[in-house]
């Protein structure tokens, strides 16, 4: 399924449970787009051995999905620091470096609806 705001390839996740309180419109599934870095609902599911965008960035597992659900809130650190704190405490729990993605993602998406780089230095005074 395509990103609804810019046609980009979207990275499949199912939400953990401990963080469906901040799932998009209630949603048990989200896309994270390659291109835009926005999240949407979807309704989607990775069948197994498939590729998915963002997979050399974002791992797979519970890990990956905290952190592609703490992506869509970095629009607004001030509005959703509760889901953004929660996500990336989940994502580091399940060993993932939360940092070392937000690098990550800084060199691979160019075109992100917001300032990689600057969230991260930001983010790195409350996490």
């Known amino acids: 399924m395509p990103c609804p705001d810019c046609g980009g390839d979207q990275a499949v996740f199912p939400i953990p449970e401990a963080l469906e309180e901040f799932a998009p419109e209630g949603s048990l599934t989200i896309g994270l787009c390659a291109d835009c870095l926005r999240v949407h609902p979807s309704n989607e599911r990775l069948t197994k051995g498939e590729t998915r965008p963002l997979a050399d ?57 917001f300032d990689v780089s600057r969230r991260h230095s930001q983010l790195e005074t409350f996490l």
């Open 57 to 113: 960035v974002i791992p797979d597992g519970d890990g990956g999905a905290a952190v592609a659900l703490m992506v869509g809130f970095l629009d607004s650190l001030a509005l959703n620091r509760e889901a953004i704190v929660e996500s990336a405490e989940y994502a580091e729990r399940a060993g993932v470096d939360v940092h070392l993605v937000l690098d990550r993602l800084e060199q691979s998406v160019p075109d992100s609806h």
